[in-house]
């Protein structure tokens, strides 16, 4: 339900400036603001019931002197009105997506145990491209969980190439053959 409304919130800011330069503008305004509303008492503030909306927007003046877009602005007091806010992150997730599809590249994430060479990532970020025919954006994230080998999330797929999954798969092997 949330996913559904955070996308209906991105997507019409999204519409407001399909087509310009504002996208990228935009999106680094919603980095920014989600980066300050990750702080647990701004949110706390910003959901308290015995707050007026007034007194939320007056508290957050400084905030929106930053933003380079007035719609960006207006958009931050509309979900603030609407008591959405605690739904930014989401929005600004979806808000990404839409402008990764309209460029054609899709995000995704390596989970990894070790150190990954340059020329490892490069392998890895063109194998993956080739499989999901689209411009990949890559984060690489260390991760305990992973023993070895390597785990990747694009979009709704997953290539799980760890040693867990592998020790699980001959393990399935061997009981089946027993």
């Given amino acids: 339900m949330s996913q ?3 996308y209906r919130y991105a997507k019409a800011l999204y519409d407001l400036d399909e087509g310009t330069e504002s996208l990228t503008t935009n999106l680094k ?3 920014q603001l989600q980066n300050v509303f990750q702080d ?3 949110v706390d503030f910003l959901t308290n019931p015995n707050l007026s ?3 939320k927007e007056k508290a957050l003046d400084g905030v929106f002197r930053q933003l380079d877009k007035e719609h960006v602005q207006n958009f931050l007091k509309l ?3 609407r008591k959405k806010i605690e739904i ?3 929005i600004v997730t979806e808000y990404e997506k839409l402008i990764d599809n309209a460029h054609g590249c899709v995000r995704g994430t390596v989970y990894h145990a070790h150190a990954i060479t ?7 970020h063109n194998q993956i491209e080739s499989v999901v025919k689209k411009k990949v954006i890559l984060n690489y994230e260390h991760t305990p969980d992973v023993v070895g080998g390597l785990k990747v999330q694009v979009g709704n797929l997953t290539f799980d190439d760890t040693l867990k999954t592998h020790f699980n798969r001959l393990n399935d092997h061997l009981k089946r053959s027993h």
């Fill in 118 to 124: 340059s020329a490892e990532t490069e392998n890895i």
């Fill in 53 to 55: 909306d007034n007194q």
């Fill in 29 to 31: 305004n919603l980095r």
């Fill in 79 to 81: 979900i603030l009105k």
């Fill in 40 to 42: 647990v008492e701004v």
């Fill in 4 to 6: 559904d409304i955070s």
């Fill in 88 to 90: 930014l992150p989401m």
